[in-house]
C-alpha cells in the first residue's frame, strides 16, 4: 500500500548530505541530480525521499520509480533533478542483493533490477531531515539490515566471504588475485570466474570499490582530496576523480562537500 499523502510532504534541511561508511555498508542520503552511466561494485538499494526518480539501464529507455536495487557492475544512468535521494550500499558479507530486494516494495524486475514503490523510505528520510542522525544512523541501519537479511535467502560462497575479508584487511588493498585465490584453495582463473559470479563484478573492480570507500571515509574525516587519493592507493587526486566518476556518474565535488559523516574513519574493514 502506497504510504498517505502527507508522509511525502517535504522537509527543508538546512544541513549538508549524509555519509555513512562502516563495515559492510555505505549509506549516502541527499539531493543529487544527474549522474552519467556509471557502475558499482557492490549491490545499491535507491530510494526517492519525497517522489519518484528517473532510471536508465544501459541500452534502454527512461522509466520512473521510487525504489530500486541494482546489482553490482550494472551500468545505469540517474536523473533526481536536484531532489534528496537514499542509497545503501551492502558488501557481500552482510547477504547482498538479496537482502536489499526486502526492502523494495511490489518490486518488478527490469533486466536484472528490481523496480518498486515506496518500501523502505522513512528511516531514510530521517538521516536525511535530522540534523542530529550523525549520532544515531549506524545503529538505525543495524535495525534496518538486521530485517534485510533475515529476509534474505541466498548467502554468498564461503570461499569468496573469505576473500572478501582478506581484502578487508589488507592494509593498501593490493592483494593480488594469485595470493587471494591460493589462500581460498582456488586456481587464479577458477577464483576469478567464481568472485565475479558470486558478486557481479570482477575482483579488480572489488577491490577498486574497497579502495573508493576509504578515499571517501578519508575526505569525510578531514582529508583533502589529494591527501584521501593517496591515502587509500590512488596513483593522485586524477585518478581518484576519474574512478570516482566511473563509480558514481558525477564528480566527488558534488556529493562530498559539506557533509556530515556517521561512521567515517580513516580505514573501513
Given at each position: 500500500?502506497?504510504?498517505?499523502?502527507?508522509?511525502?510532504?517535504?522537509?527543508?534541511?538546512?544541513?549538508?548530505?549524509?555519509?555513512?561508511?562502516?563495515?559492510?555498508?555505505?549509506?549516502?542520503?541527499?539531493?543529487?541530480?544527474?549522474?552519467?552511466?556509471?557502475?558499482?561494485?557492490?549491490?545499491?538499494?535507491?530510494?526517492g525521499l519525497y517522489g519518484t526518480f528517473r532510471l536508465r539501464l544501459a541500452g534502454g529507455g527512461w522509466c520512473s520509480c521510487r525504489t530500486a536495487v541494482i546489482p553490482a557492475g550494472v551500468v545505469h544512468e540517474l536523473d533526481v533533478e536536484g531532489n534528496?535521494?537514499?542509497?545503501?550500499?551492502?558488501?557481500?558479507?552482510?547477504?547482498?542483493?538479496?537482502?536489499?530486494?526486502?526492502?523494495?516494495?511490489?518490486?518488478?524486475?527490469?533486466?536484472?533490477?528490481?523496480?518498486?514503490?515506496?518500501?523502505?523510505?522513512?528511516?531514510?528520510?530521517?538521516?536525511?531531515?535530522?540534523?542530529?542522525?550523525?549520532?544515531?544512523?549506524?545503529?538505525?541501519?543495524?535495525?534496518?539490515?538486521?530485517?534485510?537479511?533475515?529476509?534474505?535467502?541466498?548467502?554468498?560462497?564461503?570461499?569468496?566471504?573469505?576473500?572478501?575479508?582478506?581484502?578487508?584487511?589488507?592494509?593498501?588493498?593490493?592483494?593480488?588475485?594469485?595470493?587471494?585465490?591460493?589462500?581460498?584453495?582456488?586456481?587464479?582463473?577458477?577464483?576469478?570466474?567464481?568472485?565475479?559470479?558470486?558478486?557481479?563484478?570482477?575482483?579488480?573492480?572489488?577491490?577498486?570499490?574497497?579502495?573508493?570507500?576509504?578515499?571517501?571515509?578519508?575526505?569525510?574525516?578531514?582529508?583533502?582530496?589529494?591527501?584521501?587519493?593517496?591515502?587509500?592507493?590512488?596513483?593522485?587526486?586524477?585518478?581518484?576523480?576519474?574512478?570516482?566518476?566511473?563509480?558514481?556518474?558525477?564528480?566527488?565535488?558534488?556529493?562530498?562537500?559539506?557533509?556530515?559523516?556517521?561512521?567515517?574513519?580513516?580505514?573501513?574493514?
Amino acid at each position: 500500500m502506497d504510504q498517505p499523502a502527507r508522509l511525502d510532504e517535504r522537509a527543508a534541511p538546512k544541513h549538508g548530505p549524509l555519509w555513512h561508511l562502516d563495515a559492510g555498508r555505505t549509506c549516502f542520503v541527499g539531493p543529487l541530480t544527474y549522474n552519467a552511466p556509471h557502475q558499482h561494485g557492490a549491490p545499491v538499494f535507491l530510494a526517492g525521499l519525497y517522489g519518484t526518480f528517473r532510471l536508465r539501464l544501459a541500452g534502454g529507455g527512461w522509466c520512473s520509480c521510487r525504489t530500486a536495487v541494482i546489482p553490482a557492475g550494472v551500468v545505469h544512468e540517474l536523473d533526481v533533478e536536484g531532489n534528496p535521494i537514499g542509497v545503501l550500499y551492502i558488501e557481500p558479507t552482510v547477504d547482498g542483493q538479496s537482502a536489499l530486494a526486502s526492502l523494495v516494495a511490489s518490486g518488478e524486475q527490469t533486466d536484472g533490477v528490481l523496480l518498486g514503490r515506496p518500501g523502505e523510505t522513512l528511516l531514510l528520510r530521517a538521516l536525511w531531515e535530522d540534523a542530529a542522525s550523525v549520532d544515531w544512523a549506524g545503529e538505525a541501519l543495524d535495525d534496518l539490515l538486521g530485517f534485510a537479511s533475515a529476509q534474505a535467502r541466498r548467502h554468498p560462497d564461503p570461499r569468496i566471504s573469505r576473500a572478501i575479508h582478506a581484502i578487508g584487511n589488507s592494509m593498501d588493498r593490493r592483494l593480488g588475485v594469485e595470493a587471494v585465490s591460493a589462500l581460498v584453495g582456488l586456481s587464479p582463473h577458477r577464483f576469478q570466474h567464481v568472485f565475479t559470479r558470486e558478486l557481479g563484478v570482477p575482483f579488480r573492480r572489488y577491490r577498486s570499490w574497497m579502495r573508493m570507500r576509504d578515499a571517501i571515509a578519508a575526505i569525510a574525516d578531514g582529508s583533502n582530496f589529494t591527501q584521501a587519493a593517496h591515502a587509500a592507493g590512488f596513483c593522485d587526486q586524477a585518478h581518484f576523480t576519474r574512478d570516482f566518476r566511473r563509480t558514481f556518474g558525477a564528480a566527488p565535488s558534488l556529493s562530498l562537500s559539506g557533509v556530515r559523516v556517521s561512521g567515517g574513519k580513516k580505514r573501513i574493514a
